[in-house]
Nanobody, 127 residues
Framework: QVQLVESGGGSVEDGGSLMLSCKFINYWFSRCGMGWYRQAPGKEREMVSIISSDIFSSDGTTTYADSVKGRFTISQDNAKNTIYLQMTGLKTEDTAVYYC????????????????WGQGVQVTVSS
């Protein structure tokens, strides 16, 4: 059974940094991609960043939401079967529950009911 285990959430002040991690169990990285979504209170879940890769490439192709571009960095460690989201220059607007996702291309095409999802971690940024 595919499982996604997230860690790294927490609380920081405005301008601080956090790193999230997501370990994939019984899932092989693919060109469909893996990534991160977030959902703030009272708002819809939105894409934050996606990375795609396969065994034939040492680097992934990355995509970022305009709101986080230049501040967040997604990366992967194939040996650990893990992806990361390094978040710097955090703002109060980044406060949300962050969800790791596998088969991100299916989520993008078919909606939030598709793909595999982590349990979510809370990120809180205080002014």
């Amino acid at each position: 059974q595919v499982q996604l285990v997230e860690s790294g959430g927490g609380s920081v002040e405005d301008g601080g940094s956090l790193m999230l991690s997501c370990k994939f169990i019984n899932y092989w990285f693919s060109r469909c991609g893996m990534g991160w979504y977030r959902q703030a209170p009272g708002k819809e879940r939105e894409m934050v960043s996606i990375i795609s890769s396969d065994i034939f490439s040492s680097d992934g192709t990355t995509t970022y939401a305009d709101s986080v571009k230049g501040r967040f960095t997604i990366s992967q460690d194939n040996a650990k079967n893990t992806i990361y989201l390094q978040m710097t220059g955090l703002k109060t607007e980044d406060t949300a529950v962050y969800y790791c996702v596998a088969d991100a291309c299916l989520v993008q095409k078919l909606g939030l009911g598709s793909g595999y999802w982590g349990q979510g971690v809370q990120v809180t940024v205080s002014s």
